[in-house]
């Protein structure tokens, strides 16, 4: 562990990346699907993109630090939260300030730029903290605990730029696997991160989930990756609900990690029009029996189709079929 030679904070600060424009020649701009970044991996992938000619992407950030402990401990003054984008590869360094969303709030609002000919690979996104400490300015006081990765050319946000989808016999495979036997697919959220279990015994079902086919099986291979996608967004949401650090007064936290980011994505879709907290708050009451649980069921599952873009999926996979008769006639 790093000693400092003056107080730091505790707490946990987190930060997210919550939308990227991407900017061409002659100032055309587009807006990233949701697809290209996910707040489990903590990575921005720039290939998903339409458009190959973009110039510049701005990330859109939302940081949440500690502001209960910077409030009653008093150690820290002039506080500062700073975005700083690096590159290995290309000595490339780009800062941006955040600015809070009101006086003494928690959350931090700012957008940072990568442009393109100054990054090579994968760029590093760091949260940092800065305050005043003991009459000395600049001290970095906290940092969020992971950096996130924006990928230059990646074409789905991952980590360690592999599928976090494992392929297995569901009859053969772990004996808690043998009860999903007739299962396509179920998420595993006991890891450190989520992994899809993709059940080969399912005939057919590699094949449509790699792409492999004709035109239809590759269109219905899209809709079942989005489902997919929703079926690991529902399963990490109620792993992070169900593992919350709770105050002496009763009030939940979120969690540091991967499961704090995916509760604040989720929480504004199923209890719309609530702060952040008060959603937490509500939600993890209704889960404990103090309320209907089962009738937020509808809200997690809206919430998870829309973050894995369900509904668009489905519409082009409509409009695809609809076609294929007239293109086999032609």
Same mark, same amino acid.
């Given at each position: 562990?790093?000693?400092?030679?003056? *107080?730091?904070?505790?707490?946990?600060?987190?930060?997210?990346?919550?939308?990227?424009?991407?900017?061409?020649?002659?100032?055309?701009?587009?807006?990233?699907?949701?697809?290209?970044?996910?707040?489990?991996?903590?990575?921005?992938?720039?290939?998903?993109?339409?458009?190959?000619?973009?110039?510049?992407?701005?990330?859109?950030?939302?940081?949440?630090?500690?502001?209960?402990?910077?409030?009653?401990?008093?150690?820290?003054?002039?506080?500062?939260?700073?975005?700083?984008?690096?590159?290995?590869?290309?000595?490339?360094?780009?800062?941006?300030?955040?600015? *809070?969303?009101?006086?003494?709030?928690?959350?931090?609002?700012?957008?940072?730029?990568?442009?393109?000919?100054?990054?090579?690979?994968?760029?590093?996104?760091?949260?940092?903290?800065?305050?005043?400490?003991?009459?000395?300015?600049?001290?970095?006081?906290?940092?969020?605990?992971?950096?996130?990765?924006?990928?230059?050319?990646?074409?789905?946000?991952?980590?360690?730029?592999?599928?976090?989808?494992?392929?297995?016999?569901?009859?053969?495979?772990?004996?808690?696997?043998?009860?999903?036997?007739?299962?396509?697919?179920?998420?595993?959220?006991?890891?450190?991160?989520?992994?899809?279990?993709?059940?080969?015994?399912?005939?057919?079902?590699?094949?449509?989930?790699?792409?492999?086919?004709?035109?239809?099986?590759?269109?219905?291979?899209?809709?079942?990756?989005?489902?997919?996608?929703?079926?690991?967004?529902?399963?990490?949401?109620?792993?992070?609900?169900?593992?919350?650090?709770?105050?002496?007064?009763?009030? *939940?936290?979120?969690?540091?990690?991967?499961?704090?980011?995916?509760?604040?994505?989720?929480?504004?879709?199923?209890?719309?029009?609530?702060?952040?907290?008060?959603?937490?708050?509500?939600?993890?009451?209704?889960?404990?029996?103090?309320?209907?649980?089962?009738?937020?069921?509808?809200?997690?599952?809206?919430?998870?189709?829309?973050?894995?873009?369900?509904?668009?999926?489905?519409?082009?996979?409509?409009?695809?079929?609809?076609?294929? *008769?007239?293109?086999?006639?032609?």
């Amino acid at each position: 562990m790093k000693a400092y030679p003056y *107080p730091r904070l505790t707490g946990a600060v987190t930060a997210r990346v919550t939308a990227v424009r991407l900017r061409g020649p002659g100032d055309a701009r587009e807006q990233l699907e949701a697809k290209g970044y996910s707040v489990v991996e903590q990575v921005v992938a720039l290939g998903v993109a339409e458009r190959a000619d973009w110039q510049t992407a701005r990330l859109a950030l939302t940081a949440t630090i500690p502001a209960r402990e910077i409030e009653t401990k008093g150690h820290w003054s002039d506080i500062d939260v700073v975005a700083v984008l690096t590159e290995g590869a290309t000595n490339a360094r780009t800062v941006a300030r955040l600015m *809070p969303t009101a006086e003494g709030s928690r959350d931090w609002t700012g957008e940072i730029e990568l442009v393109r000919d100054d990054h090579l690979d994968r760029a590093s996104l760091a949260v940092h903290v800065v305050a005043t400490v003991g009459g000395i300015r600049g001290r970095i006081v906290a940092s969020a605990e992971q950096e996130w990765l924006v990928d230059v050319t990646a074409e789905a946000p991952l980590r360690d730029r592999q599928l976090d989808v494992t392929t297995v016999s569901f009859a053969r495979g772990a004996e808690w696997l043998r009860s999903f036997r007739d299962a396509p697919w179920v998420v595993d959220t006991s890891g450190r991160m989520p992994t899809v279990r993709l059940n080969s015994d399912f005939e057919g079902l590699v094949a449509l989930v790699e792409g492999r086919g004709s035109k239809v099986e590759s269109v219905v291979g899209e809709m079942l990756l989005a489902q997919m996608c929703a079926d690991v967004w529902t399963a990490v949401f109620h792993t992070a609900i169900g593992d919350l650090e709770i105050e002496d007064d009763g009030t *939940p936290l979120f969690p540091p990690d991967w499961r704090g980011a995916v509760l604040r994505e989720m929480l504004p879709d199923i209890v719309p029009g609530r702060s952040e907290e008060d959603a937490l708050r509500e939600v993890h009451i209704r889960r404990t029996g103090a309320g209907s649980w089962a009738d937020l069921q509808p809200r997690i599952q809206y919430a998870a189709a829309r973050r894995a873009e369900v509904p668009k999926t489905l519409a082009g996979t409509v409009r695809d079929i609809e076609r294929l *008769p007239q293109e086999t006639h032609a």
